[in-house]
């Protein structure tokens, strides 16, 4: 089994639209948790970071950690095209560990 | 130039040829980074340095070799090369390897390689 499970899509909305994206793990030790956006011909850029199970809310996007079911979620709301890119999560065990990604979604908002 | 650039963008090479990735930091970060990226897989961490000394070497082939001259600058030498290595190679920094519950890696726009 796979330490990150990301179904890599691709993903088409309609603007304005809810989109959900999703990662499980298998290994209960992770801590941190992030999701990163990686635009065409571009790097990763760090979206969201999050420690605890819970929510975490950023303007139109909110992060989603479920510890207890190895699962979180990034949730953008009044999707824009600008939001098509991949996106990326990751996790480490501590602070001093290496991350750890998903494969990545791709995610496609149409006008 | 600000945050993490790489150069070439993009690289096409035989197997027999030498070639080098080259990454520079603008931001005063002494940790550097090279992943890879390849379609369908997730990143994989290929080398770390910190204070231009190596940390971490991922069971990587000994035909990727690191250099680290001083904390801004990174470089990646590339010889014999085999197809399947052809991939988005990335730069990344941060501030330090072990920055507590929270340490951002600033990543660059990536050198797309091919390897014919």
């Known amino acids: 089994q796979k330490e990150v499970e990301q179904d890599p899509g691709p993903l088409s909305v309609p603007e304005g639209a809810i989109v959900s994206l999703n990662c499980t793990y298998s290994n209960s030790a992770f801590q941190y948790f992030m999701w990163y956006r990686q635009y065409s011909r571009k790097g990763p850029e760090l979206l969201m970071y999050t420690y605890s199970s819970g929510n975490k809310e950023d303007g139109r996007f909110t992060a989603q950690v479920d510890k207890s079911s190895k699962y979180i979620s990034l949730f953008i709301r009044d999707s824009q095209p600008s939001d098509s890119a991949t996106y990326l999560c990751?996790?480490?065990?501590?602070?001093?560990?290496?991350?750890?990604f998903g494969k990545g979604t791709r995610l496609s908002v149409i006008a | 130039e600000t945050g993490v650039t790489q150069t070439p963008r993009h690289l096409v090479m035989g197997m027999t040829n030498k070639k080098s990735l080259k990454c520079e930091q603008h931001l005063g970060h002494n940790a550097m980074y090279w992943y890879k990226q390849s379609a369908k897989k997730p990143l994989e961490l290929m080398f770390v340095?910190?204070?231009?000394?190596?940390?971490e070497n991922n069971s990587v082939p000994s035909r990727f070799s690191p250099e680290c001259p001083n904390s801004s600058h990174l470089f990646l030498h590339l010889h014999t090369l085999q197809p399947e290595d052809s991939a988005l190679y990335l730069c990344a920094s941060s501030h330090e390897i072990s920055g507590g519950a929270y340490n951002e890696q600033f990543f660059g726009p990536g050198t797309r390689l091919t390897v014919l």
């Open positions: 340095y910190s204070l231009e000394e190596r940390v």
């Open positions: 990751a996790m480490r065990y501590s602070g001093n560990t290496p991350l750890v």
